[in-house]
């Protein structure tokens, strides 16, 4: 037996002996086939959700602190990155992203998909059981940009990043620009969520990068002929010019998914097939631009008033299910796909009184819990236990198995590969179902937990007990040798198997970093 099986028989055998208790009785209640509504909320902190923050969270957060009244609330979630796009790739894959070419890092402008074409995603999975699927908001994992050589200079490097001088900025795009633009977004753009389990998309691919416009299934709406005013380019809005359609507008860009959404909600409830829906938001990312009805109603800044923004699409989403008689009938997964973004400042937010991160060390882009520590939230009325807290560790890879399980879909050996279901934990039957996991920083630096345990693997590495310490301040690597010495043997076995899970060994894309 490989020790990566022997980790997990022992596994089996615990979570299979209170998986037979009566809280289990609880999933007899649950509808076959419920639909699925997945949001993922963008660089929302640990600590800007209330409920998780209510001491040092200065923001309120209605709608949020609801949904983790009405299901499960985990206190250990964790993303698979302190950064965006390998984020995004394990909530849908099931599989940790520093196993793919995204070894650190994002997916870069104008980059070519980060999900191989045959992997299968949680949207596969649930278009094996006839469900409808659809996803509204960020992609951010690349697409198959119909970008010739040619057109390369004229997409990108037009004026540099925010920040910099407006003199550097150019206003006026020439006619080679327009051309170009024209002939890029006349075309399909393959590559995107419909080719990898979705039947509909809308939305932006990165909201503070190009194309500034809306993206339905495979072409914009409409074609860029214009780029954004300098003034967009200032402070925390867009981050590169670029084609633009005329007259875009940042603070639009929320409310039109979440009506799109809702629409799609509604028009679903009607019909006989269960629906997915993925509603990557876009917020409280930047472009820092909350509505004008929201502007001004923090009391703190403008981060406060999009994350309250962000806050009431969340409860617009949540109201279409209950407006179209499906809440009841409909597993709700929320999170975020890292930590709080430094850049737009800490000291000044933390001065007013409200701490992103909470209790947590870092923040954005961290290997720290800061950056990687997330809200998450499960709602599924009749299992789920309303108000409950679960203190086990979990990670957003857990979705795919857990849809699986839900759907009674068997994954196959080369899909998720380290995705573990949460069934027994939201059902009441079991208070964990995994015991490791591993995060990154945005360079690359892994840290694997072994329940309580974090091992940050770097040149030196070091160790913390998150137990007594979930602040990471005291390194304790030099006074347990041997626990680092078999935290690092264990995270070679993860690498060198393909896979967390039993199973059998599978590749990694590419050689895995050190």
């Known amino acids: 037996m490989s020790p990566l099986r022997q980790i997990w028989s022992c596994s089996v055998v615990i979570f299979a002996a209170v998986a037979s208790s009566p809280a289990g009785l609880l999933a007899a209640t649950s509808p076959d086939r419920p639909n699925i509504l997945v949001i993922l909320a963008d660089d929302l902190g640990y600590g800007d959700v209330h409920a998780y923050n209510p001491e040092r ?29 390998p984020s995004r790739y394990t909530l849908l894959t099931g599989r940790y992203h520093w196993r793919t070419r995204l070894q650190t890092g994002i997916v870069d402008l104008w980059e070519e998909p980060l999900i191989a074409p045959g992997r299968l995603t949680v949207a596969g999975l649930a278009r094996q059981k006839g469900y409808r699927t659809a996803a509204f908001g960020k992609w951010h994992l690349g697409w198959d940009w119909p970008i ?74 409409g074609v860029p002929t214009s780029l954004l005013p300098a003034t967009m380019m ?56 909350p509505s004008e009805k929201w502007r001004g109603r923090s009391g703190l800044n403008d981060y406060a008033d999009l994350v309250m923004e962000t806050d009431d699409a969340v409860g617009r989403v949540l109201g279409a299910l209950d407006a179209a008689g499906v809440a009841r009938n409909t597993f709700v997964f929320l999170s975020s796909d890292n930590g709080y973004e430094t850049a737009i400042g800490i000291k000044p937010l933390e001065g007013l009184g409200h701490f992103p991160s909470g209790p947590l060390r870092g923040y954005k882009r961290d290997v720290w819990e800061g950056g990687h520590r997330v809200p998450y939230i499960v709602r599924y009325p009749g299992t789920v236990q309303p108000g409950s807290v679960s203190d086990a560790l979990v990670h957003q890879a857990d979705l795919f198995a857990t849809v699986a399980e839900l759907l009674g879909v068997a994954v196959p050996v080369d899909a998720g590969e380290d995705s573990v279901s949460l069934l ?34 770097l040149p030196k590495p070091q160790l913390y007990h998150l137990g007594d310490d979930l602040g990471e301040k005291v390194d304790l690597a030099a006074k347990y040798p041997d626990r680092v010495r078999d935290m690092l043997a264990l995270r070679e076995l993860f690498i060198t198997e393909g896979r967390t899970t039993n199973g059998p060994a599978q590749r990694n894309d590419v050689p895995v970093r050190r």
């Open 234 to 289: 200032d402070g925390f809005q867009a981050s590169f010019q670029g084609p633009a359609l005329p007259g875009w507008r940042f603070e639009d860009v929320l409310g039109t998914l979440v009506d799109r959404a809702s629409a799609y909600i509604r028009e679903r409830a009607s019909r006989t097939e269960p629906f997915l829906v993925y509603l990557p938001l876009t917020t409280p990312h930047t472009p820092i631009s």
């Open 57 to 85: 969270g200065k923001i309120p957060t209605p709608n949020l602190d609801r949904l983790a009244r009405e299901g499960m609330r985990f206190t250990d979630g964790h993303a698979s990155s302190a950064a965006c796009s």
């Open 148 to 221: 010739k050589p040619e057109h390369k200079p004229l997409m990108r490097g037009l004026g540099g990043r925010s920040g910099r001088s407006k003199d550097k900025l150019v206003t006026t795009p020439t006619d080679a620009h327009r051309a170009a633009w024209k002939e890029v977004f006349s075309q399909r753009i393959a590559g995107g969520p419909v080719t990898r389990g979705f039947e509909h998309y809308f939305g932006t691919d990165v909201p503070n990068w190009p194309p500034y416009a809306f993206i339905e299934d495979e072409h914009t709406l």
């Open 424 to 457: 027994p934990v939201l059902r009441g039957a079991a208070t964990t179902v995994r015991r490791h996991g591993i995060s990154c920083g945005v360079n690359g630096t892994q840290a694997l937990r072994d329940g309580p345990w974090k091992l940050v693997c």
